[in-house]
Structure formats: C-alpha cells, structure tokens
C-alpha cells in the first residue's frame, strides 16, 4: 500500500489494487486561515472522520462519491474492513470537546489505526481492541489532543511497527500546539522521510518499531 500526508490529520491510505481511504480532511484556509495546508485533490472511495470539527471533517470539495464514514461500528467496503472506536476528546469523557472515533483499517493484510483528535491515554479495553496494530497515526501537538508525552504513553500501549505522528505545528499551520520534534526527542529509529509518501507492504515492514515522519 501507499500512504500519502497531505497534512495535518490528512492521509491517503491506498491498496495494491487502488483502493483509496481518506482520513479526516481539513478545510484549506479554516480557522480563519489557520490551515494552510493545500487543497486535496483526490478521489478517494472511502472517507473517515473521527469528529465534527472543519479540520477534520471537511469533505466539500472532494471528488467523485466516497462513501463517508463518521460513526462507530464495523464496516467492509470493497474488501477493506473498518472498525469505529468511539473514545473522547479530552480528558473528561467528552465533556470539554466532545466525542472522538478511533479508525483501524484492514488493508492488504496490514492492520492501521488513526487516532483522531484522541484526548487521553487508553483504557484497556480499548487497548485490547486495538492489539497488534501494524502502523499507528497518532496525534502529538497537544493542547487540542493528547500531548507528546501522552503520545509516547499511547506509543507504548499499542506497540505498533510504524509510528506515524500527526497534528502538530508546522509552518503553514497556526494553531497553539507543539511541533513534532517534541515527540521525537529521545526516540530511536526515527525515520525522516524526503517526500509527502511511503510504501509499506506486509513483507517489508520492520523488524524494529520505527517512526516516520513526512516531509
């Protein structure tokens, strides 16, 4: 499969016979322009949203007719399986930003989870759930999500292969939250990679959890 970062909480997860997964696309130039991360341009099948935010939800521009996920449950579509965790925003069991929905995705027989805007380590039945997860998005900016030290706490819990981090400050995105060098300090097996892509099929991952990080 391919995985391609368009920024923020946004990639493309597409399978060996092109199937493609968006996962919560923001809108370009919200929060008064805030977000300035380019427009996304493809056409993905399917598209999932942990919550109702326009940095994560925005699928007014998309083209061709995915079909939206935004719910908790278990889905397949197109011999991809998808499960919704639900879980919170914050600290206080929603009550301070609301719901989240953890995605694991089953694609090209690599398990994958996306985070979301989650707020607060794992419980262990949500640990249990997501047990034996191949590649992790997870959030590492802190003050809207958990933080890089929490991160690295949720890191630990799930012990995934590939470490993805996502939503944290960079140049073209203004909101008051760390940059990603947080995360990695201390980290081993830090891979910086010189584009916005990767590849990753069962045979080649590693044999050492690592993380990534997109240009």
Known sequence: MKIKWFGHSAFAITSAVGKTILTDPYE???????????????????????????????????????????????????????????????????????????????????????????????????????????????????????DEKQATEVVRQLKPMVTIPMHYKTSVLNFPIAEVDKFLAGKKNIKRLSSSETSVSKETLPSEPEVRVFL
């Open 28 to 146: 370009p130039g919200g929060y008064n322009g805030a977000v300035g991360y380019s427009p996304i341009s493809i056409s993905p099948d399917i598209v999932t949203i942990s919550h109702d935010h326009s940095d994560h939800n925005y699928t007014k521009t998309l083209k061709g007719n995915p079909r939206i996920i935004n719910q908790k449950g278990e889905y397949e579509i197109s011999g991809i399986k998808i499960k919704g965790i639900p879980v919170y925003h914050d600290t206080k069991q929603g009550k301070e930003r609301g719901n989240n929905i953890i995605f694991v995705y089953e694609v090209d027989g690599i398990r994958l989870a996306h985070l979301g805007d989650l707020g607060h380590t794992l419980y262990q039945k949500e640990i249990d759930t997501l047990g034996g997860l191949d590649i992790l998005f997870v959030p590492v900016g802190g003050y809207f999500t958990i």
